[in-house]
């Protein structure tokens, strides 16, 4: 089945344990997202990859890193988590940049106290 | 002022009517999403359009590049239509960043 899987689900941590909420996808897809959404913002940009080794900053991408070093992976990175870090996070990948469909994760809901 | 929004913010209608939301951008751009975020969170992309109009089922998504302006079209609206629908533009050429507008909240009653 084709998905896009993101790990874990919910997560509560605390300000400064650095942590990774991980994405994976199983269709091949160059390009690879990660967004954040708020209450009242919405969803934002936080890093995109076009494909393997080439990452990109979006609207929002302080605090957190990035990695592609492989094209089914691209794992989130917040080396020092704060609390205004709380939100709910999605991975999404497609084909191609301009690609019609994407297919996004499931959601990450993370709270740093 | 955001550089895309959308309208309404908020919709209720009755099972069966014509819905129409509307997002407009102030940015240039290289084409534009239509997603679709459950009552439950999941998200499902829609349409992407970076011209004219297209159509999946009872959904049909217009775009008019020089207006900077998009609709998405809900005929025979049903209440599993209920959803957040979210409008999305992507930059042109080096910058080609998603920015989001607001969405919109969709009730459909039976």
């Known amino acids: 089945e084709a998905q896009v899987t993101q790990n874990p689900r919910y997560l509560i941590t605390v300000t400064g344990k650095k942590l990774t909420v991980t994405c994976s996808q199983n269709?091949?897809?160059?390009?690879m997202s990660w967004y954040r959404q708020d209450p009242g913002l919405g969803l934002r940009q936080i890093y995109y990859?076009?494909?393997?080794?080439?990452?990109d900053k979006g609207d929002v991408p302080e605090g957190y890193k990035v990695s592609r070093k492989e094209k089914r992976n691209f794992p989130l990175i917040l080396e020092s988590p704060s609390p205004n870090q709380t939100s709910l996070y999605f991975c999404?990948?497609?084909?191609?940049?301009?690609?019609?469909?994407?297919?996004f994760g499931q959601g990450t809901r993370l709270t740093v106290v | 002022k955001n550089e895309v929004e959308q309208s309404p913010q908020n919709l209720t209608a009755q099972e069966g009517e014509f819905i129409t939301i509307n997002c407009s951008y102030s940015v240039g751009i290289s084409a534009l999403h239509w997603l679709q975020q459950h009552p439950g969170g999941g998200i499902v992309s829609l349409f992407m359009l970076s011209s004219g109009k297209k159509k999946h089922g009872r959904l049909i998504a217009t775009i008019n590049i020089q207006e900077k302006h998009s609709s998405l079209h809900i005929t025979a609206s049903h209440p599993r239509d209920s959803a957040v629908y979210i409008c999305?533009?992507?930059?042109?050429?080096?910058?080609?960043?998603?920015?989001f507008g607001t969405g919109t909240r969709l009730t459909i009653i039976p």
């Open positions: 999305a533009v992507r930059g042109n050429f080096g910058n080609e960043k998603l920015t």
């Open positions: 990859s076009m494909n393997v080794e080439v990452t």
């Open positions: 999404a990948s497609s084909l191609s940049l301009f690609d019609t469909e994407a297919f």
């Open positions: 269709m091949n897809h160059e390009y």
